[in-house]
């Protein structure tokens, strides 16, 4: 039954409609059974996923209580593996590894304040509106709601979050940003910027989704075209494009963005776009080689 509670957390989360079948990614944390505890209070027909990485002793035995939970709450449960070695990358390479066991669609727990984390870290590597704009609304039904949320949501329905000691690790950027940047800006502002970083993003999605529109129909391959359109339009075709050639995790940063203008408007043959992969120009087209 929906307490009032609930029932005021639903009011700012985005689920589709009752009766739907969804998929939830249940870690376990608070945020992901707070994510399964909504859904199916949202009246959705939800199947639990947990992916174990195999990364930390009895990390098996996590899914035996993902699984409870999901039978407490009337959901389906499925689990599944993707090992994952430590190592540089460690964090980009469990997300690959976790969608790709993952149902296309799956809805994830993130919350504003994961949203306030990851402009900072956007913000950090040099990205642009599409970093700005942070972690879009599709399939994160929680981006609404605070991680204290969450936890206080666990809380009270009387379910007790599997911890995860590297969240506390602060080799990992995210976990400093989220312990010490964040309180620090907080500190600075005398008030709480989770809510002003997160509209901020909100503004520039917005921002993000008019140069897509904009950019559809430009070639990107067309140098003389490129050559004469707005800058701004022109970065974002670029961006898109060479990610798309390139499989790359993140668009390309500023500073590749001109040097592949200048290939365009013929003032170099070529220029290096990371990873291997280079934009090069022969009569009047561009092309992404490796």
Not at 16 to 27: Q, Y
Not at 172 to 198: F, G, M, Q, T, W
Not at 213 to 232: C, G, S, V
Not at 243 to 255: F, G, L, R, V
């Amino acid at each position: 039954m929906v307490t009032s509670n609930i029932a005021k957390l639903l009011e700012r989360c985005k689920f589709p409609p009752a009766n739907s079948a969804v998929h939830c990614a249940v870690s376990g944390g608070p945020d992901s059974l707070a994510l399964l505890v909504l859904a199916t209070e949202a009246g959705c027909e939800v199947t639990a996923w947990h992916v174990d990485h195999g990364l930390r002793p009895g990390s098996a035995q996590e899914a035996a209580k993902v699984a409870a939970v999901a039978a407490r709450w009337k959901a389906n449960f499925e689990a599944r593996s993707a090992p994952c070695t430590p190592g540089p990358n460690l964090e980009a390479r469990a997300r690959a590894a976790r969608y790709k066991v993952l149902p296309t669609g799956v809805l994830t727990g993130h919350t504003a304040d994961d949203q306030a984390e990851t402009v900072l870290l956007n913000l950090m590597r040099g990205a642009a509106v599409d970093g700005l704009a942070g972690i879009g609304l599709a399939n994160r039904p929680l981006l609404q709601l605070r991680r204290s949320e969450t936890q206080s949501l666990c809380e009270t329905v009387g379910l007790e979050p599997l911890k995860d000691p590297s969240n506390l690790d602060p080799a990992y950027r995210r976990n400093r940003v989220r312990h010490e940047l964040l309180p620090l800006l907080c500190d600075i502002a005398k008030r709480d910027v989770v809510p002003v970083i997160a509209r901020n993003a909100e503004v520039l999605g917005g921002v993000r989704d008019l140069l897509d529109e904009l950019a559809t129909d430009i070639d990107p391959t067309d140098a003389k075209n490129l050559a004469n359109l707005p800058e701004a339009l022109v970065a974002v075709v670029l961006r898109r494009w060479i990610q798309a050639e390139t499989q790359a995790e993140h668009p390309i940063d500023a500073a590749s963005v001109q040097r592949v203008l200048a290939v365009a408007r013929n003032q170099a043959r070529s220029t290096d776009v990371g990873d291997g992969w280079s934009v090069t120009r022969s009569a009047q087209r561009l092309c992404v080689t490796k």
